[in-house]
């Protein structure tokens, strides 16, 4: 197809070189202007036939700006980098340091043992299921 527009166009300029091809200004007649290949395409035509209907319902149109989804894609790269140095800078830190911050936990847990959980009941509640259990088990003893 494309080589059907070049051997016209060929054409074209090889008439307008004859003096009878002229108009009366002595002008050049214009040719018409020659089509793009692949908009003239069947399957370009097609596909944008169906991008103007999914433009016209809305399917295509997407939640964000594409300013904004760049520039969330380059935050969460940025804290990825991040992390990776700080992982980084962990790993490389000296065998020393490493060791000083393990005697520094262990000193803070010795020095602040983990409390046991405390039961947030008053304490009224709980001596009172204490007397509930001793009644129970003295009537079953008496049964016994």
């Known amino acids: 197809m494309y080589s ?14 004859r003096p009878e091809y002229r108009d009366w200004n002595s002008e050049l007649i214009k040719p018409k ?10 399957s370009h035509q097609e596909l944008h036939r169906e991008l103007l209907m999914n433009h016209k319902r809305g399917l295509g149109m997407d939640s964000k700006p594409e300013l904004q ?7 969460r790269n940025q804290l990825i980098k991040k992390k990776e140095e700080e992982l980084e800078a962990k790993r490389m830190q000296c065998p020393f340091k490493q060791e000083l911050l393990r005697r520094q936990q262990r000193l803070n847990q010795l020095e602040n043992p983990p409390q046991k959980d405390v039961d947030p009941s008053p304490e009224f509640i709980k001596v009172r299921e204490n007397l509930r259990r001793i009644t129970t088990l003295t009537s079953e003893e008496r049964t016994l």
């Not at 202007?33 to 069947?42: D, E, H, I, T």
């Open 4 to 17: 059907e527009i070049q051997r016209e166009r060929a054409d074209i300029e090889g008439l307008m070189a």
């Open 69 to 75: 989804r760049v520039l969330e894609h380059r935050r």
């Open 33 to 42: 202007k020659l089509l793009n290949p692949v908009k003239a395409s069947r």
